[in-house]
Nanobody, 121 residues
Framework: QVQLVESGGGLVQAGGSLRLSCAAS????????MGWYRQAPGKQRELVAF???????NYADSVKGRFTISRDSAKNTAYLQMNMLKPEDTAVYYC???????????????WGQGTQVTVSS
């Protein structure tokens, strides 16, 4: 069994900052890429930021220069530092990870339960 647990969401005023964390646990041999997605009410889930096992990153145009994704591979944890938040960043943020399982060395994706981020104007 594997589990992704997100934390760090909350309510913040426009211009403020939040830091999200996503910890992967369970029968994991290796964590490959990790990503943050978000879904606002009435909208499709979209990719916010992605980081490979080698540390290469990719961002949605809407968050470039404001958000930073990082990871601590020793802890199987990814972070999303969100600065200069805007009301349009309001959404449920989900963590996703590409995992290599210890049990049978199979590869599978996993999602966290989501954490709410609300930015007030």
């Amino acid at each position: 069994q594997v589990q992704l647990v997100e934390s760090g969401g909350g309510l913040v005023q426009a211009g403020g900052s939040l830091r999200l964390s996503c910890a992967a646990s369970g029968s994991i041999f290796r964590v490959h890429g990790m990503g943050w997605y978000r879904q606002a009410p009435g909208k499709q889930r979209e990719l916010v930021a992605f980081i490979t096992s080698g540390g290469s990153t990719n961002y949605a145009d809407s968050v470039k220069g404001r958000f930073t994704i990082s990871r601590d591979s020793a802890k199987n944890t990814a972070y999303l530092q969100m600065n200069m938040l805007k009301p349009e960043d309001t959404a449920v943020y989900y963590c996703n990870a590409d995992l290599l399982l210890r049990t049978d060395l199979s590869r599978r994706g996993a999602w966290g339960q989501g954490t709410q981020v609300t930015v007030s104007s």
